[in-house]
């Protein structure tokens, strides 16, 4: 059977994540691929489920957490912060930054 190499860009954080899991497993990253694209051509599809919430559940989420975050802000008495202060806080959260 003759071979080919395949070259794919992924992000280097989940390489190293992928990797770690695969030595954990016993397998090389590579024997991991093999397994996967053997399962495809095998099954002739994707062997687990790629899903996404419709519109509608992603909408009713938001509006859920919006409410659960207005009613911890009262409770917390800064339910008066501008969008503004708000943007300040998301960023120091997401980036470390102020």
Same mark, same amino acid.
């Given at each position: 059977?003759?071979?080919?190499?395949?070259?794919?860009?992924?992000?280097?954080?989940?390489?190293?994540?992928?990797? *770690?899991?695969?030595?954990?497993?016993?397998?090389?990253? $590579? @024997? @991991?691929?093999?397994?996967?694209?053997?399962?495809? =051509?095998?099954?002739?599809?994707?062997?687990?489920?790629?899903? $996404?919430?419709?519109?509608?559940? =992603?909408?009713?989420? *938001?509006?859920?957490?919006?409410?659960?975050?207005?009613?911890?802000? @009262?409770? @917390?008495?800064?339910?008066?912060?501008?969008?503004?202060?708000?943007?300040?806080?998301?960023?120091?959260?997401?980036?470390?930054?102020?």
């Amino acid at each position: 059977m003759s071979q080919t190499t395949m070259s794919i860009r992924v992000d280097s954080n989940l390489k190293q994540r992928f990797d *770690a899991l695969c030595d954990e497993f016993g397998l090389s990253n $590579t @024997a @991991a691929l093999m397994l996967f694209m053997r399962a495809v =051509v095998r099954e002739c599809r994707i062997p687990f489920e790629i899903k $996404t919430d419709s519109i509608k559940d =992603v909408r009713k989420k *938001a509006r859920l957490s919006y409410e659960r975050m207005r009613a911890d802000a @009262a409770a @917390a008495g800064i339910q008066d912060m501008s969008l503004e202060e708000i943007n300040e806080i998301i960023k120091e959260v997401r980036y470390g930054e102020k």
